[in-house]
């Protein structure tokens, strides 16, 4: 886990996740986990790195790790139902 030294604070129906970065994907096959955190987490942005290639990979203060995604929540009701439709 790599910590940013960034914290970031979104309006309320907003969450960010953290992705990939496609050159540093396909290239050194570093990959970002995670998941989505919530808008009102004020504390440090830290990254999860996975490297799946073969190769020591090492990282500078200032390098671009992985790019920030801020989504909006969706406020939508749910429901059960005992059958659902086919998808296409």
Same mark, same amino acid.
């Given at each position: ?10 309006? @309320?129906? @907003? /969450?960010?996740?953290?992705? $990939?970065? =496609?050159?540093?994907? =396909? ?10 955190? $919530? ?6 942005? @830290? ?9 020591? /990979? ?12 801020? $989504? ?14 086919? =998808?296409?």
């Amino acid at each position: 886990m790599v910590g940013t030294g960034i914290a970031i604070g979104l309006p @309320k129906g @907003k /969450c960010r996740r953290l992705a $990939e970065r =496609s050159g540093m994907a =396909s290239k050194m096959v570093i990959a970002v986990g995670g998941g989505l955190v $919530e808008g009102d987490y004020t504390g440090e942005e @830290k990254v999860i790195l996975g490297n799946q290639g073969k190769a020591d /990979c090492l990282f500078q203060a200032g390098d671009q790790i992985a790019q920030l995604i801020v $989504e909006q929540i969706a406020d939508a009701d749910a429901m059960e139902v005992d059958k659902l439709g086919i =998808s296409e």
